[in-house]
């Protein structure tokens, strides 16, 4: 038996367990969705979902399912669960190849019932950008700041805000950037206040947090 | 001129600049305060203080200073500020040797007005002790996790709350815990949902994620 | 002569040399296999072991020889041997993608006579589901305890037995897992008593360890 | 309250819980031999204990307490505890500063009960040194093997036994031993069977696993 | 004959031979300061040169040697060399603590000739005080930018100015800064245009660089 | 909107955006490259460009293109800018194998505007291939030194001269070179005065910063 | 002009440059080896050679070629040069899996004109096949130890013989291997005297090294 | 028993063991110079050797001590041993703080009878110093070359001279430098023929393997 469900995890944590489908068969995947949908459980979600895993299931699952390609994410039983209505967070990115790991944790975070708003592209090299935001960054709940190569946003944009920031490093860059080493250490020693950080390319982790951040304020929960 | 205070950071993140008092002199460290004291800013904190410093600070600072020596904290013009009545913030720890990091986020944390509930020696090595303590982590805002060696206690500490976990690595340990990375990548990679982590030992930056938190979850800030 | 075959081993060490065939051409493993057979050996083992390399065996090996698919096991001359009856061993893992390391040892051990309890996909996310198998756990005479991303689970159960735990830290993860670094840094830093650690993905390795353990609880070896 | 004595833990493991001095105050040991006397517990044990701390011990606590010097172990209430009588444990170390560590493992194997055969300085770069032992060690039911620099001594004993050996790598050495390093990873890729490894200088750990296995081959725990 | 002094230096590169007094005798400084006067140098520099250091050479040697402490740079023979007297060189600095560093390339500037202008904790944490000062920096005709922690000051001045950054990381910071890798490394995957980056705690090997490229700009060297 | 291009960015740095084509859509890059045209940028730039790359945009753009192989660069709207004439920079090379990195930084200069001298193939294991070009190395305004393997040529050059050298460590070795850090060390320590460093194989950002050095030494910028 | 091949080398170091294939293209690699015929060098060797790239070379180039498999070694004009006639250089390795590199050594060495006796696979973890060869590599004028995983093979042979050992470290292994890391710190930190250590998978380099010695003892050179 | 001295070694390897003293206590080595002794062992060498351990020596050892304090060497029943008559080690060194190791490599060639030519502080930053000793490093059998920082001085040395060069990385250095890891992988990588490293800081291990060369190159041992 190779999976051992969690069940229980919903009135845990609150949500599901996600399917974190990279390293599992085909096979494997459908057959935790088909456990998961028994269950009568709702809005499954698998992340590092390529397209060839959607068709896979599309074509095997007797459910529906959602292929959200830029965010490489499948979603089963997709249904509106309720909403935070009040207030938003703000997904921040540094730069073009960033966008995988910022749309992963922007689909997560409105599959999971969130207003979202994507600012992409606003690395420190051109800092004129991110100002030309900030409203929507400090009014946010809380604010996800994805960023490769040096990951200086994190800092900058914390030093703005009085919301959390959870700061997600990418593996985008190349040379002493050691697959996302750089952004990591910057984000750990960043010294601005609010930053807490997730694992390298982790888009899904943050968007848990803030999630979770969200719900608060909207006293969710 | 050695210091450029940041007295607008009041203004834009809720709470005035907090001085990081190791590398600097004890001259240093009083003219930061004494300016900030001009200023007319409240509850001046010093973090990393050595007793001596306090006591230096004590002797040439005209106002009254509070030393909370297991935090290595001293803080100057200490009032109470607008509480975050509901709710508490969870400061669990792992061993006796990570009482230092845990002191100074829950210090941290009551002067920034939240509740705090502690929580120590509770290390996966002996879990029974963490079960006998399950209801006060489980209705907290947020929890601050602080352990050390493996730092294994967040992971599991996250899968079995519903709030965010904020977690602290420490330096506690020898050997391959290289001071602390062995704690760190741990928490960076747990398979638990909800977990955001701090640089090592950086129990200050774990307090003021968590009570950005928990003032969210009061309708302030 | 590319391979001086250790046949003193089974004398030595209780049992034959096994052959890592990762890195070996499909012709040396055969001739390896075909020496050993002449030398009057059994269970003839290779680990690592290509459903290629398997087929090409077949067709070329004089004798017969079985495939454990999700083990990458190969064997050839299978028999039984001098069993250890009292008790069992224990191979514990943390996630689904961690089934290839676990079967590994849990392949091995049964090979080399040990009765064996495989308590799959009970990692401390949902500690709820480890404390379910508590009984097979606490009974065996030695667990092999499989896992990846921050593997705690090797120090959650070694603080609920009384018998070694051989870890096995696996590769799985991404970003700061480091290829399987984290977990063993894990493992290597537990704050649980009876925690011995082997390679990175060593199911191997774990599972003689756990053999020997087993042989001396049932006065053999 | 600094610490949660696991008072439980020689039910479920059956020893009581291990002091850690280092990096706590000597006020804070005493109150914890203290209260696990109380409790009835007997042979405590604190390890990396200096001598200062031994003699703030002796001072200030009601019951004698002895030092192990060469071990850094102090021990209180002192008693002869079930025997594990057939066989003995291996201790085996490659040089001369390697000697703390080894002690550290061979005093904990002789409180907890077992016969202990101390095998000293015996490194590989004058390997007959080590065959002039082979009996003792290959008659043990197991092997503790502690060796700093390239740490080399744990492969060539593990090739030559049959018996678990757990390898405990020390910090002894310069440069790009990188404080143990060099020797931790030698034990962990060793190409002989049967090794497990244990943190950098944890001897203590290496002879709980021993102890273990010693009790397992004397029919007890 | 321990030194070999590089009196050609000065013929080929401008400058003489600086003295690194760390891990040199105090008689071993002495010695080579004699030989170099002797041969007519003026300006003779020693940097990492402790206050102990300075007052013995102030005794011993014949000739004036003035100190600057916050630099920590001791000065013989201190003439008036061929100015830069077009533009100015700017150096930043992110916080307190980097003082020293960025003293070091000030005062070593100011030696060889260069119109310095000192912008100091300036961090992006508070990115307000940086703009501040735009003016000055971006009529620098270089900037050197000295920065801890996560160093991200580089990247953003970086982006603001049309003239070479060379960016120092330094030691400032803890934990997963790892004695100024952290910094280091955001340094050099800076995602703007421009800069050059020296080692840790480098202040005089930025200097000199700065050095150069304003003599440069000035027509000289 | 996946990009937000820097149109400002000619003002503030003196040249436009450049394209770093690794890691986006070939969709991506056409779209970047038609809206900088748009504005009227001139001297497109997108580097690491694979020949399909180049040949898809050649097919898709309305504008001419050129592509430099061996550098792996494209140019959009190629004119000629204002030039630095007085003088060149040289890029030297340690080994064949450096060509790619030597030919980016050598192809973007004079995109720039710069006269280019190239000295390749002159590693320090045949110094005298070095001194044999020694005239166009010293006479350079700044030199750009590529080496991978042991780095050593950027310290050799860098002793020699009396301008910047801009050091760029490449990714060519193996083993203990670890891509490229090896390289990268060597640099950042080096004992010769005047050297800057990018990051592994980043022959881009060298040339930015010798072009910036030149334009300078040219009265330009 | 993409190389400057140092025709020079025979005269400084005895020995034509020697051509890494890794990395240049077959027209590179093509073109120096027509160049050095010109030059009228004989014995030119390519290591790192595939086989494809043999083959180009015998169809292009007008001489003779031959081809090294397992050793990847390629050799244009092939004679007989000055030979080492008195005694012999030890190649020892420690795997099956080591072949490759210690074939590169072997063949390289057997160009030079050394006679060279390989003892392949006797790694510690079955001693007794090393022993059984004693007399061949203690009569070595120089050994060259081989070996993978921990490397251990290189200390104990250095424990066994006067005559220096040159140990090679290879990338075999998987996990805390870390590419060969494990093995090069193993023989760094070597316990035994006369060990000095080549780069990762560098049998050439290795073999250059012995063969200097050698020819020292030969009275050569 | 604390040590099992090697007195065999000197027939097996044709020097006695030699004591580290760094991490033995003034008694241990004082038994063990004693028990050298005794054996009849002459030239008995202890390195790491601080000036406290040699007057304790001294005062308590019946035999006459020398200290050679440059080198922290002391020998007890020192004679004149079988010279290697013909020709010379060259030890060559980068700058004045690698004294400490480049004496010891030189003090213990000379005790092993060896001809030593010092030539120091040569680093790259100044190449004309070395070439103006290049008729004595041309001219030796073995070199050995020592240096810290970026350690280019091997590669430079190797590519000039036809014999074997034993390099030594130093700890000398600050930051990147990482405690000499630079100056290792510099080394390591070196791009001349002909270099074998040992671990940073052990002149003694260069000594012992050019000592090997030399009387190899002597007709000796
Ligand atoms: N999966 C495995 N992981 C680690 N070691 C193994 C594995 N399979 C076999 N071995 C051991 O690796 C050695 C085989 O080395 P070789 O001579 O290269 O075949 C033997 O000592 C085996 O016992
Ligand atoms: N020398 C040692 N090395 C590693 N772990 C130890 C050592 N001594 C005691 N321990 C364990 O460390 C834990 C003590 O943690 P603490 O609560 O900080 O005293 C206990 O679980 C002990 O079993
Ligand atoms: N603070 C410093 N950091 C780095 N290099 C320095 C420093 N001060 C002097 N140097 C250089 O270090 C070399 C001095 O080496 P030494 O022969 O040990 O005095 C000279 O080339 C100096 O230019
Ligand atoms: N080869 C290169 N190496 C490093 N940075 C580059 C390179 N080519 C372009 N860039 C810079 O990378 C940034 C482009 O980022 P992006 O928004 O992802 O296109 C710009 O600031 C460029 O100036
Ligand atoms: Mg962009
Ligand atoms: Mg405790
Ligand atoms: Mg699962
Ligand atoms: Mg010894
Ligand atoms: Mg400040
Ligand atoms: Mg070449
Ligand atoms: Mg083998
Ligand atoms: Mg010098």
Redesign the interface.
Known sequence: ????I?H??KI????S??V?C???TEQ?VLKIFERMIEKGEVNIIGTRASKELYEYLKENLKEDIIYYEAARIVCAKRVEIKKNPKGHVAVVS????D?KVAEEAAVILEILGNNVKRI??????????LFSHLDEIQSA?AVVAVAG????LA??V???????V?AV?T????????????????????????????????GF??A??AH??NS??N?N?
Request: glycine residues 14%; hydrophobic residues 45%; charged residues 15%.
């Open positions: 038996d190779f999976a051992k969690d229980h995890r845990r944590q609150g949500m367990e996600v974190f990279e390293g599992k494997q540094a730069g073009t190849a966008l992409y592209d606003v690395g420190v090299a051109g800092i004129h950008r709940n190569m040096e990951g200086a800092s900058v914390a030093g703005l805000v009085s919301r959390p959870i490093p593996s985008v860059g190349y040379g002493a950037n050691f697959k996302g080493l750089s952004a990591l250490l910057t984000m750990l020693n960043s010294c601005a206040n609010g930053v807490a950080v997730v694992n390298i390319d982790n982790g943050a848990v947090v979770m951040i608060l304020a006293g929960l």
